[in-house]
């Protein structure tokens, strides 16, 4: 459990942070996917969610986006009801979902989507794209980009919506290792303005670059949730010492 106090970037002080999840369970098919899950993220990220295949990772972060409700349990943002919390909060996965589109046309209808349009909205597609390296792209049509590009498309749609937590899951799976790092250094601008970032990862490098925070999932169980540092220097439980081993599959 971390916590830490959050400023709410909406002005409404109210902020989303810390994310309570209270008792989180998933069942389906006669299978218990997620078991008892207690825990609270705070500001104090990057949070990076880590685990074997089949841990529930992926899981966990569409339950906490709202795409899939719990079996049991309660997902609690800060002090902020949920039709609020649904609008400060957004998620990128691991295959970009684009529009057939432009590269600006598919930040406009996001943004359209959240009552913003006209000027401020020009105002904030030109930032996002300019902020992930993309300005030359915009009238190019999203779907005929490298994957790299996509993904970058992706994280310009989520950052025009100024959301105050971002959710990433396996944001540069599949991605060659130029692309990878660009996602990275998007990922942290977004983290060093402000916005808390939650993002599951098979990639441990990139988990020991990123996270200040790890949370360690086993067979749909919360097994660790400590501090990175402290995680990767000694794991206090077996499983995550065989997963850092490479002795469970990622």
Known sequence: MHESAAASP???????????LDGIGYEAGGRSLLRDIRLVISSAGPTVILGPNGAGKSLLLRICHGLIAPTAGEVRWGATDWPAALRRQAMVFQRPILLRRSVAGNLEHALRLRGVTGAEAARRI?????????????????????????QRVALARAWALEPEVLLLDEPTANLDPHA???????ISDMHAAGVAIVMTTHDLA????????IVFLQDGRLVEDVPAARFFAGPASPDAAAFLRGDLPR
Not at 126 to 150: F, I, K, M, N, Y
Not at 206 to 213: F, G, I, N, P, S
């Open 10 to 20: 909406s002005g409404t002080g109210l902020s989303l942070l810390p994310l309570r």
């Open 206 to 213: 990139q988990a020991k670059r990123l996270a200040r925070h």
């Open 180 to 186: 990878a790092q660009a996602i990275e250094r998007t």
């Open 126 to 150: 030109e930032a996002a794209l300019a902020r992930v390296g993309l300005a030359d792209l915009a009238r190019r049509s999203a779907r005929v980009l490298s994957g790299g590009e996509q």
